[in-house]
């Protein structure tokens, strides 16, 4: 029979991490989309209806949290179960404990902390138990549950996507930090918000990275006479060893350094790049706003001299979101330093603009009658779609149908380049112009 310790058993002298860990949906920070009034998460709690589940989500945002809460609320048997040190032998003997409650009408929840560690074998051990409703399940992992966990075990679990703590959100669990009696209550600490602030953009969205920061700028902050601690940004700086509090995501170096990561880029300039990006990335910058504008980028100023770059520049996209910083990094120089050798173009970006100003100025143009749909009668008697000419039935697979309204009739939006794959764009293009001139079009 395991013993199980209570989750809430004296914690004085615990890091600050585990002696600030919400005991209560009302302490926890973040995942409003979940945890929100009426979210259907908070719901399944508060009324102690857990199924099966999965939460996954990057280190720091509470999946383990949420697990001891449901401890704490819940009236089964809770077992606390980790994937890092135990096997199949342990694995059954829960099993086995938990069977025996079922018969007593007994539920019993299972928490595995990192149950991706698990291999098919032991995941596959859990399968018959949940099945039969011996246990409810409850794992937590930081990799994709659809490549990590067994696909029949997955069909079984609700799978909850927790989201990176938003720099705000970080900074109120900090304020709270510094003046709850579990945190630093007790002690005469001064610390400003932007400080604050500053640890929070550090901490990139993981609450315990935060507040392990936190715990170290106080412990080596400025002692008065009177016992007193002040943490100065230079406090700060020194435990993290970066000079990246005077970097402000609002500000204007913000701007400064995106605006300078772009014109190195588009002056095809990779070592220029590669740096500008690591001064934004380490000085705490949001991966995927980075990943954003290299994408802008990719077209504005590739576009279709390279049709690739757009591909690759969400590829890097998706890369920070499945797996953060730092490890992203990589993925984003390479999308850089593709992006700054990359033949140049910024025809998509000057039709589009082209475009806008007389989309803008003539919002009362007409649709063409022969490429307007006519799904009903009074359409067709209407002469919608009347000649029109399905280009796959053509011969040359075109026609020399005007598709502009009449006041924009020869209207050039798209204007292509000899830059790399556009040359290819452009005599296609000058290839049905001429095609149409030829046959009567324009």
Not at 20 to 26: A, E, K, N, V
Request: charged share 30%; net charge negative; glycine share 8%.
């Amino acid at each position: 029979m395991y013993e199980q310790p209570t989750f809430f058993e004296d914690d004085s002298g615990q890091p600050l991490a585990a002696r600030l860990r919400p005991r209560t949906l009302d302490e926890f920070v973040g995942q409003k989309h979940l945890l929100g009034e009426g979210k259907a998460l908070r719901r399944l709690i508060e009324s102690d209806r857990i199924c099966s589940m999965i939460f996954w989500g990057p280190p720091g945002v509470g999946k383990t949290t949420l697990a001891r809460i449901i401890a704490n609320r819940t009236k089964a048997a809770f077992i606390d179960f980790s994937a890092v040190t135990s096997g199949i032998k342990e694995i059954k003997q829960v099993m086995e404990q938990a069977e025996k409650g079922r018969r007593f009408g007994e539920k019993t929840i299972l928490f595995v902390d990192e149950i991706h560690r698990f291999n098919k074998a032991q995941q596959d051990a859990f399968l018959p138990y949940v099945e039969k409703g011996s246990i409810i399940l409850i794992g937590a992992t930081t990799e994709n549950p659809s490549f990590e966990v067994n696909g029949a075990l997955l069909s079984r679990c609700k799978v909850f996507v927790l989201q990176a703590l938003k720099t705000e959100e970080l900074a109120t669990l900090l304020r709270r930090a510094v003046t709850d009696e579990r945190g630093f209550g007790g002690q005469d600490v001064e610390i400003s918000d932007d400080i604050l602030a500053a640890i929070a953009e550090f901490a990139n969205g993981d609450a315990r990275s935060a507040l392990s920061t936190l715990e170290m700028a106080v412990l080596n902050g400025d002692v008065d006479e009177m016992g007193g601690i002040t943490v100065t940004k230079e406090t700060v700086e020194n435990i993290t060893q970066k000079k990246s509090l005077l970097y402000d995501k609002t500000g204007e170096e913000h701007y400064n350094l995106i605006s300078a990561l772009h014109k190195s880029m588009r002056n095809s300039d990779p070592d220029a790049a590669v740096y500008w990006l690591a001064r934004m990335l380490e000085a705490g910058e949001d991966p995927l706003y980075v990943a954003r504008r290299v994408t802008r980028f990719a077209a504005e100023d590739v576009g279709l001299a390279d049709p690739r770059a757009l591909a690759l520049a969400v590829a890097a996209y998706q890369a920070c979101h499945f797996i953060g910083m730092p490890e992203c990094s990589v993925h984003l120089s390479e999308a850089v330093i593709y992006l700054s050798l990359a033949p140049k173009s910024n025809s998509a970006y000057t039709a589009y603009e082209s475009a806008r100003r007389d989309a803008l100025e003539r919002l009362a143009e007409p649709v063409p009658l022969v490429i307007r749909n006519a799904p009903t009668k009074l359409m067709k008697e209407l002469d919608y779609g009347k000649g029109y000419k399905y280009a796959h039935d053509e011969k040359d697979k075109l026609s020399t149908m005007q598709c502009l309204p009449d006041g924009l009739a020869g209207r050039e939006y798209y204007r292509p380049t000899e830059e790399g794959a556009e040359a290819r764009f452009a005599q296609r293009l000058k290839d049905v112009k001429d095609w149409k001139r030829r046959h009567g079009g324009r």
